[in-house]
């Protein structure tokens, strides 16, 4: 997924698609079909789907080389991939806790 902060959606998901057909064994037809799935907690996740037509050579590594190769466009071009973040808000410390985080 990318984060919130990419405004065209329509963008990531052509760019995943054209890089998807970057790599050797991926089939240029039919064409890589990219799809925004969900708005997750802290991203847009889409699916890639693509096809080969040698999986006797490995499925594995081709998805892998796919997704170095997407991984290197999305920094590229600066959309941001998320890491999960929590915020934590304490309603009440134990007496004597409270000045240790005041700063």
């Known amino acids: 997924g990318v984060d919130y902060s990419n405004r065209d959606l329509r ?6 698609e054209e890089t998807a057909l970057t790599v050797d064994r991926v089939l240029k037809s039919p064409t890589p079909v990219c799809n925004l799935v969900e708005f997750g907690e ?13 999986p006797a050579n490995g499925v594995t590594n081709v998805r892998s080389a796919v997704l170095l190769a997407i991984w290197d466009a999305l920094h590229d071009h600066g959309i ?10 304490i309603k009440s410390l134990p007496e004597g806790v409270g000045p240790v985080f005041k700063d």
């Open 11 to 16: 963008a990531v998901k052509a760019l995943a």
């Open 42 to 54: 802290s991203s847009v996740n889409f699916d890639l789907r693509f096809w080969i037509n040698d």
């Open 80 to 89: 941001g991939i998320p890491f999960q973040q929590l915020d934590l808000h």
